[in-house]
């Protein structure tokens, strides 16, 4: 699988979040925000909504700050994969994300990071403004 490149237009977003809907869906087989890779953010007073995905970025500081190994960044897809058994939820990848991308979720304790959908980014290919985008 080629490195896929996600580029975010924030003042396209129409803070629709079916971004989040088919993510959840893809992987996790149920329609939650809450158990999606990327998410979106609004800031109502300003009428924006802002989508958070991983950039991949290189070099990838969430990895590099994390204390158990439990993230590791595909040296070919640049995607980050996460251990979920060697998290230990301290939260430095979260803190370290200057993107927002990677999220935390203390209902489901667990962490999100957008893996490209195995090659197929479904938020891209569904994005109807365009405000998630693919650059190859």
């Known amino acids: 699988?080629?490195?896929?490149?996600?580029?975010?237009?924030?003042?396209?977003?129409?803070g629709c979040?079916?971004?989040e809907m088919v993510c959840s869906?893809?992987?996790?087989?149920?329609?939650n925000l809450e158990k999606a890779r990327l998410w979106v953010t609004d800031n109502y007073a300003e009428s924006l909504y802002e989508p958070h995905i991983c950039r991949l970025c290189e070099p990838s500081h969430c990895v590099e700050v994390c204390p158990t190994g439990a993230l590791i960044q595909d040296p070919e897809t640049g995607?980050?994969?996460?251990?979920?058994?060697?998290?230990?939820a301290?939260?430095?990848?979260v803190e370290m994300c200057p993107y927002q991308a990677i999220r935390w979720s203390d209902e489901l304790r667990k962490l999100?990071?957008?893996?490209r959908c195995q090659?197929?980014?479904?938020?891209?290919s569904l994005c109807t403004t365009e405000a998630i985008y693919s650059v190859r």
């Open 1 to 14: 699988m080629p490195k896929i490149e996600i580029k975010v237009d924030t003042p396209t977003c129409t």
């Open 17 to 19: 979040r079916i971004c």
């Open 25 to 31: 869906l893809y992987h996790e087989g149920v329609l």
């Open 79 to 88: 995607t980050i994969g996460v251990s979920q058994e060697q998290c230990n």
């Open 90 to 93: 301290c939260l430095a990848c």
């Open 112 to 115: 999100f990071v957008c893996d």
């Open 119 to 124: 090659g197929q980014p479904l938020c891209v």
